[in-house]
């Protein structure tokens, strides 16, 4: 046992003596912003690698306590122990990825999207006023019109010379929107989960037993959530969430509905050019 693991597993044992520890599963590695360890596999402890890793901690707390008021998804029952330090029993299922869609029976696939599509128009629901009383901050990845401006500037400088024609026409597809409709990425602000990837999403038995990791969450463009499914888990899935939308009378214009697609598009060529300039030395 590993110096760090070893003083997490003192730290637990110093909190809950009562707890007699016969297993141990970690991931101090794979983590972004904390390291995970989980006791008799039940338990979960998560320990926040740095103070933003804290914040979102505090910031997980405020929203799971709003959500567990309005939606019927399970969610995580995160108790925070101290400082950067969290605690919550074990929602026991499996990530859903899109090869595992495509062997699901339709009944099992249309009951998947059901529960999304719900969870999804319960979440979104949620009054703006409530939000605020719980101190919820806004999206941290909610981008701009002027900030995606700003990196189509830095692209057409930097690595536009040195692309090939079709990938620049590509490319000016993309953000072919934000250019003719100055208003395309407006929106009414709602509480959105903001990080709806596949190992967030868990399954058993062929339907969904809970949806986690609330960090990032915050007010911004209920687009973005859709747009991640739509990223991850393909199109087929999100033409069945847009009809369980639907029938829960959460109906997108035809606006909103290119808005998920774009969403989706920006925030993937976002990352993949980021990687590229900090590759190029250019940020």
């Known amino acids: 046992m590993d110096e760090k693991l070893s003083n997490y597993i003192n730290y637990i ?35 926040a690698k740095n103070d933003f890793s804290k914040e979102l901690l505090l910031n ?15 969610v995580p029952n995160l108790e925070i122990i101290d400082e950067g330090v969290s605690k919550y029993s074990l929602i026991k299922g499996n990530p ?12 099992h696939f249309n009951l998947f999207a059901e529960q999304i599509g ?27 019109r002027d900030s995606y401006l700003e990196l189509y500037s830095r692209i057409e400088e930097k690595l536009f010379p040195h692309m090939k024609s079709y990938v620049v026409e ?3 597809h993309i953000f072919e929107p934000l250019f003719i409709n100055k208003k395309f990425l407006d929106y009414d602000p709602v509480l959105i989960h903001g990080d709806l990837a596949p190992y967030h999403i868990l399954k058993s038995s062929n339907k969904v037993v809970g ?9 911004g463009d209920p687009a973005h959530d859709v747009g991640v499914i739509l990223d ?9 969430i847009r009809a369980c939308l639907k029938t829960n ?22 990352k993949a050019c980021h990687s590229v300039l900090r590759f190029r030395g250019i940020v």
């Open 249 to 270: 009378h959460i109906e997108a214009t035809s606006t909103e509905s290119s808005r998920k697609r774009e969403r989706q598009s920006l925030k993937s060529f976002e």
């Open 13 to 47: 044992k110093e909190k809950y003596p009562s707890i007699e520890v016969s297993s141990i599963q970690t991931n101090l590695t794979d983590g972004l912003h904390n390291d995970i360890v989980i006791i008799n596999g039940n338990e979960v402890f998560r320990f």
């Open 211 to 219: 949806i986690i990791d609330f960090g990032v969450s915050g007010t």
């Open 118 to 144: 719900k969870f999804l128009s319960q979440l979104h629901s949620i009054p703006l006023g409530e939000i605020q009383e719980y101190d919820i901050s806004a999206f941290p990845g909610n981008g701009t």
């Open 60 to 74: 997980e707390s405020r929203v799971i306590q709003i959500i567990k008021q309005y939606v019927e998804m399970p």
């Open 170 to 172: 590509h490319i000016n």
């Open 96 to 107: 859903i990825f899109r090869s595992n869609l495509m062997t699901l029976h339709v009944d």
């Open 232 to 240: 991850t888990l393909g199109e087929r899935i999100v033409n069945r």
